[in-house]
């Protein structure tokens, strides 16, 4: 089966940090794009961070960077997201996603919840 799974993550307390990952499972991650996306309750999903595909090239939305840091490692089909000095308001489900170089289709993880509190 072709999915995309992500881990990483739980409960900490505002200034921790924790390490989210996305793994791909049946297929090269190495040949997509991965942004992480986050939802709030009661939010839209937004756009937190991107990774490009062979020039490793990133984005941030401004809420997070300096704090956020997006890596890859395609010989492990894997994709991190480092996340110091969170606040409460990263609370939030987590979703990967991966987007064709090529055609093709794209996959969604299922989420991992993270959750910032004292």
């Known amino acids: 089966q072709l999915q995309l799974v992500e881990s990483g993550g739980g409960l900490v307390q505002p200034g921790g940090s924790l390490r989210l990952s996305c793994a791909s499972d049946?297929?090269?991650?190495?040949?997509?794009?991965i942004a992480w996306f986050r939802q709030a309750p009661g939010k839209e999903r937004e756009a937190v961070s991107c990774?490009?595909?062979?020039?490793?090239?990133?984005d941030y939305a401004d809420s997070v960077k300096g704090r956020f840091t997006i890596s890859r490692d395609n010989p492990k089909n894997t994709v991190y997201l480092q996340m110091n000095n969170l606040k409460p308001e990263d609370t939030a489900v987590y979703y990967c996603?991966?987007?064709?170089?090529?055609?093709?289709?794209?996959?969604w993880g299922q989420g991992t919840q993270v959750t910032v509190s004292s």
């Open positions: 990774i490009g595909t062979t020039d490793h090239s990133t």
């Open positions: 996603h991966a987007e064709p170089v090529m055609v093709g289709r794209d996959y």
């Open positions: 049946g297929f090269q991650l190495g040949l997509f794009h």
